[in-house]
């Protein structure tokens, strides 16, 4: 069975502080990781990473993936509150659908 | 707005009611998804179609009943639902399924009483 684990799970920082999110996996046939931000309903998409060691980025956010380690960081550098919300790591893989894991509750404090 | 629109956005219904939920999306794509989300836990994968035809279904109760009449609908109907049923119902669309990239819609909150 597919997993993914996510750390933190919840996460209090104040604004301008640099975070890491970390993203680990078990899956058979890996094909794709992909990070979602969850603010209220829909979750709305971010990255999708398939290469070892090649980042993305999207101003002050960047995602890096190491299939070495089985594992992802989404970074935010200077954040601000509307960086506030929910991180969601997903994985494409056996499966038609995507494994996701439980998400990590971020909250910038001004 | 997302391109995936989902009706009603909110639901409470008693444990003997039948209701549906409904969800469109306007992306020409070709696959569609049910995901429960619950409090502290991860988004569940329930039910997967690819150009209409059912291709996953993840040991979902019978008292769930998706229906998907063409590749632009996806309905999720309801009967006989228990209290632990209360959750956000997300709906999803991709190009095709496989690890794409998936489109949400806001969702449906569900409250069964």
Redesign the interface.
């Known amino acids: 069975e597919d997993k993914?684990v996510q750390s933190p799970l919840s996460l209090v920082v104040h604004e301008g502080d640099t975070v890491t999110l970390n993203c680990s996996y078990e899956v058979t046939n890996f094909?794709?990781l992909?990070w979602?931000k969850q603010e209220?309903?829909?979750?709305?998409?971010l990255f999708?990473l398939?290469s070892s060691g090649i980042e993305k980025k999207s101003g002050r956010l960047s995602s890096i993936l190491d299939k070495k380690e089985l594992s992802s960081i989404l970074n935010i550098t200077a954040t601000q509150t509307g960086d506030s919300a929910i991180y969601?790591c997903?994985?494409?893989?056996g499966?038609?659908?995507?494994?996701?894991?439980?998400?990590t509750h971020l909250i910038i404090q001004p | 707005e997302t391109g995936v629109t989902q009706t009603p956005r909110h639901l409470v219904m008693g444990m003997t009611n039948k209701k549906s939920l409904k969800c469109e999306q306007h992306l020409g794509h070709n696959a569609m998804y049910w995901y429960k989300q619950s409090a502290k836990k991860p988004l569940e994968l329930m039910f997967v179609y690819n150009f209409k035809e059912q291709t996953e279904n993840n040991s979902v109760p019978s008292r769930f009943s998706p229906e998907c009449p063409n590749s632009s609908h996806l309905f999720l109907h309801l009967h006989t639902l228990q209290p632990e049923d209360s959750a956000l119902y997300l709906c999803a669309s991709s190009l095709e399924t496989g690890a794409n990239v998936l489109t949400f819609g806001a969702g449906s909150r569900l409250t069964v009483l």
């Open positions: 993914v094909r794709s992909l979602y209220k309903k829909a979750p709305t998409f999708m398939t969601l997903a994985v494409g893989g499966a038609d659908g995507l494994t996701f894991g439980k998400g």
